[in-house]
């Protein structure tokens, strides 16, 4: 098979050009190995692992099959806990949720906990729009952001990034952004940790309004939950007087106790630790304790759209903890701008066609191939999204989204073997051009397959013809085994 | 018990010895397997990119080729995957319940080599004998889709005359991925010279694995490094025994 | 056209159509821990120091001079409810900015629950912990756990916590791993945690 495929155009060159950078590729296969190596030992702690990640599955599954009950209930507890609760049917909305409450408080600029949604919504460029600043205060973000660059990895969105290279970053961006960096930083991790807390400091002692989103929603309690590192998430949920976050519909679990399963699995899966430093949760307003004015913006912006879909549904259980990226043996040599989302990864192999819908534009249709079904992400997702059958089936909708029309040459070729497969007399015809076929592919150049892989001989003779003219090896004498080149 | 080869389209068109090593293995051990002419494929390739409408015929195929036998045996672990795991989507694509009753019955039925030997024959111990230094890679599909654990292993362990050396990172993917070698060719090829280097670093002559087309990448990346390094399918070590030793190194 | 609340749940329910909720309720499993207090006291301190907070265990006697020595040259803050006393600290009443509290090197407080199986500590913010700010801007924090309030694991903690209040789960001095994913400690959060465990109240005499 050769010529344009479905989809054709976007990962595929994205990668390549990601596989020529052996910087890159080193960082990652560097980082990767090292966050696989702590996440493995510390799941082989928890002898009940596969009954937990069955729990965390059930936790999440239960509350998107009855969504639209559970997302009443969280309207309704978290405005009996004093917030305000918004919804926002796409990005556009969301932004302009935002960007309204930071105006009504004359903000200029907000301090932001690391969040996927407002990545997925670019809620930065739209604050900018409006004439408001949105610092990013995570180290990883900070590192994007100071450096103009992209994210990523879910959990490091930097990740593509060395010491060395930070420390560049640093050295020539801090400035512009705020305090600059002291003249004499090095490399060391514990130095730029310290550089980026001494940058970001002023900025949260004097922010207004901070913006966050949230790994759980607790339907029941009304309860967020942010879960976090280095402490910046702290200083954003408690300094500011406003707090906004903004929180996909999928984030939402039913009861308190659900919590448990899912605090348990998150952190082991997502950086090798049996727990995060600070997780926070907050329900509404605590009266004397952190911001006083409380905003929760639910999000659809496509979840709806996946939640409809049979089987693409389960990635909505996704709690973005990043196992699945740190073990894909395409994500480690790509890396994550490859993907063209801010999911990349496996997850975000699917949950970016869910979100968006097949058939419209390349790059989202060549996602779902960017894999090659090896099955190691379904292994470690904590709660058990079968990425790899969800892959198949995503394949299945962007080649019927592009059935009718003028079918494209794989189109034609995949009619043409199930024709050719459908009848074993034909294979067989088929088979015995095996031989001039391989010559050809051999005589053509490179190809596809060729450019750095040779192919094997032709045997003399197929199985089939070997088995009528033997009688399955009985008149064969012994020469049997020696087809094999 | 009446068994059949299910062969698989890659073997049947280009590794022919890998069927025939299946056919003498087990007629060395007591089984006499048939090999139902009507078989051509699986339809994996056809699912695994997208093509399910194309699958539907190609099942069809499947299940009247094999229907009826107590248990078909295949020397690729992703093919046995395929039925075990992707043709009740087909049927049920297809909407014809027959056909998905028909899945329903075959797919238990089927086994990937180790498995059979394994599982069903109950032998680790099949009295081969291979004086090779060997290292051997598990495949995606027969690790994680069919679960087939250390079987492989514990199968080549008793091989006698054999030295096997571990794989580092063993549990990587090839690279290979069916349409996805040709999709993606750029990241396909950096996965496998990953896998290829890891192989020349154990220093071994002959890399094994359960699949064909995994070997097929493998190998083609082998050979275009020059490296010497050769592959061979699990049946063909596991069917030698001393005199076919001998055959090889006087041919 | 409708608002946005409106179609969001509309979109859910069209979604869901023909979809039965699943009734199985999967219990998690619980977390294999010792049993016996002094163990989980043990297994907790173990745990918390493998984060590279500093642990150390106490009587109550001891408690005050632990504390005096654990502190930092610099101002230090108290809860309002703390249960004992630490001399020359600023007791909160809830007026300090956060930039203020930048200038205060220390805070001691108490904690609701340790989390032995994740060496984990957690405030829920009552008056021996105080509001989230003071135990979050100085750089150190001395936080004093009973050797009562030590749980085996996280669905015991859970058990015991309230949702209505606002929670701090803390696991050790702020970290990233930002870098590498290597971790390194110490970035916004105190980057010194000092953990003093003590006997139960009632026991002591
Ligand atoms: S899909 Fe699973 S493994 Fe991947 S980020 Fe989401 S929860 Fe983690």
């Not at chain 1, 980082?31 to 729990?55: C, G, M, N, Q, Y």
């Not at chain 1, 419209?360 to 060549?366: A, L, M, R, V």
């Not at chain 2, 190998?219 to 390094?229: A, D, I, K, T, Y």
């Amino acid at each position: 098979m050769s010529g344009t495929f479905v989809g054709m155009p976007a990962f595929p060159e994205a990668a390549r050009e990601a596989l020529t950078d052996s910087q890159l590729r080193h960082n990652l296969a560097h980082a990767t190995s090292t966050i696989r190596a702590k996440r493995a030992k510390v799941v082989a702690e928890v002898p009940d692992w596969e009954e937990l990640r069955l729990a965390g599955a059930a936790v999440k599954e239960r509350a998107l099959l009855d969504l639209e009950t559970q997302l009443v209930r969280l309207e309704e507890t978290l405005t009996a806990n004093g917030a305000t609760v918004h919804w926002a049917r796409d990005a556009a909305e969301a932004n302009a949720i935002v960007a309204g409450i930071a105006k009504a408080h004359a903000a200029t600029e907000v301090v932001k906990v690391k969040s996927m949604v407002t990545q997925e919504i670019g809620l930065n460029e739209a604050l900018a729009e409006e004439g408001i600043a949105a610092w990013e205060t995570d180290l990883a973000e900070l590192i994007v952001q100071l450096g103009d660059d992209l994210p990523s990895h879910i959990l490091v969105p930097a990740i593509h990034r060395n010491r060395a290279e930070i420390r560049d970053i640093f050295r020539s961006k801090m400035g512009a952004a705020g305090r600059p960096a002291p003249d004499d930083l090095t490399d060391e991790p514990a130095v730029l940790a310290a550089a980026a807390r001494e940058h970001l400091r002023e900025k949260f002692l004097r922010a207004k309004v901070g913006v966050s989103g949230a790994n759980f929603a607790v339907a029941e309690t009304g309860t967020l939950v942010v879960v976090e590192s280095e402490g910046n998430g702290r200083m954003c949920l408690t300094l500011p007087e406003v707090l906004v976050s903004v929180v996909g519909i999928e984030k939402v679990v039913s009861r308190w106790e659900d919590l448990d399963p899912m605090l348990r699995l998150l952190p082991r899966s997502s950086t090798g630790e049996r727990m995060n430093p600070y997780t926070s949760m907050w329900s509404g307003i605590a009266p004397g304790d952190g911001p006083q004015e409380v905003h929760v913006v639910l999000l659809d912006n496509g979840r709806t759209r996946a939640l409809a879909d049979e089987v693409g549904r389960q990635a909505l259980r996704c709690i973005r903890c990043s196992a699945c990226l740190n073990v894909c043996p395409v994500y480690e040599r790509t890396g994550g701008h490859a993907y063209g989302s801010v999911y990349p990864g496996p997850i975000g192999a699917i949950l970016n066609p869910l979100l968006k819908g097949v058939g419209h534009d390349e790059q989202t249709d060549s996602l779902p191939y960017a894999s090659t079904l090896c099955g190691a992400c379904f292994e470690v997702c904590p709660v058990r999204i079968d990425i790899p059958s969800v892959l198949v089936d995503q394949r299945a909708q962007v080649v019927d989204a592009h059935r009718g029309g003028v079918p494209k040459p794989e189109a034609m070729a995949m009619k043409g073997a199930a024709y050719v497969l459908g009848r074993s007399r034909r294979l067989s015809a088929v088979e015995r051009l095996t031989g001039i076929g391989m010559r050809f592919a051999r005589r053509f150049g490179p190809t596809a397959w060729t450019g750095a892989r040779d192919l094997p001989d032709a045997p003399g003779e197929s199985f089939r013809d070997w088995w009528l003219r033997t009688d399955g090896g009985r008149t064969d004498g012994g020469r049997n085994d020696d087809q094999k080149g | 018990m009446r068994v059949a080869l299910m062969v698989t389209c890659i073997n049947d068109a280009l590794y022919p010895s890998t069927g025939q090593a299946v056919v003498r293995l087990l007629r060395r051990l007591g089984v006499e397997v048939e090999f139902p002419q009507a078989q051509t494929c699986c339809g994996q390739p056809m699912v695994n990119t997208g093509y399910l409408d194309e699958a539907v015929p190609v099942l069809r195929t499947f299940v009247d080729a094999f229907a009826g036998y107590d248990a078909v045996v295949t020397p690729s672990g992703s093919c046995a995957g395929s039925a075990r795991h992707q043709h009740s989507i087909v049927a049920g694509r297809s909407g014809d319940e027959a056909l998905q009753e028909a899945v329903a019955k075959l797919a238990p039925n089927v086994y990937e080599l180790s498995e059979f030997l394994v599982d069903v024959l109950g032998v680790t111990d099949v009295g081969a004998y291979y004086p090779h230094r060997v290292t051997y890679h598990p495949t995606c599909h027969s690790l994680r889709m069919l679960g087939v654990g250390n079987r492989p292993q514990r199968l080549l362990e008793a091989v006698r005359g054999i030295r096997l050396v571990d794989l580092p990172g063993a549990d990587q993917c090839c690279g290979f991925g069916g349409t996805f070698a040709v999709k993606n060719a750029d990241t396909s090829i950096a996965m496998g010279a990953d896998k290829a280097r890891h192989i020349r670093e154990t220093g071994a002559e002959i890399v094994v694995a359960g699949d064909n087309s995994c070997l097929t990448h493998i190998g083609g990346v082998l050979s275009r490094q020059r490296s010497g390094v050769r592959t061979v399918h699990l049946a063909e070590i596991l069917a030698s025994t001393e005199d076919s030793a001998v055959a090889e190194v006087t041919r | 056209m409708p608002d946005a609340r409106t179609e969001i749940l509309a979109r859910v329910r069209e979604a869901l159509v023909g979809s039965a909720i699943d009734p199985v309720q999967t219990v998690a499993p619980r977390a294999a821990t010792p049993v016996a207090t002094r163990e989980l006291v043990d297994l907790f301190a173990e745990r918390v120091a493998d984060y590279r907070a500093v642990v150390e265990r106490c009587s109550a006697e001891d408690l005050e001079d632990r504390i005096a020595a654990a502190l930092p040259a610099g101002q230090v803050i108290v809860p309002p409810g703390l249960s004992l006393r630490v001399p020359d600290a600023i007791v909160d009443d809830g007026t300090l900015t956060a930039a203020e509290l930048d200038l205060i090197a220390a805070v001691v407080t108490e904690a609701r629950v340790g989390i032995a199986e994740t060496g984990t500590i957690v405030l829920d913010h009552t008056p021996d912990q105080g509001r989230r700010a003071i135990s979050l801007v100085p750089d150190t924090h001395i936080c004093i756990v009973r050797e009562d309030q030590v749980v085996a694991d996280v669905p015991e903690a859970i058990a015991l916590l309230d949702p209505a209040r606002p929670q701090t789960w803390i696991s050790g001095p702020s970290a990233t791993s930002d870098i590498e994913l290597d971790r390194v400690e110490g970035v916004h959060g105190p980057r010194t945690l000092h953990v003093l465990i003590t006997p139960p109240r009632d026991v002591t005499s």
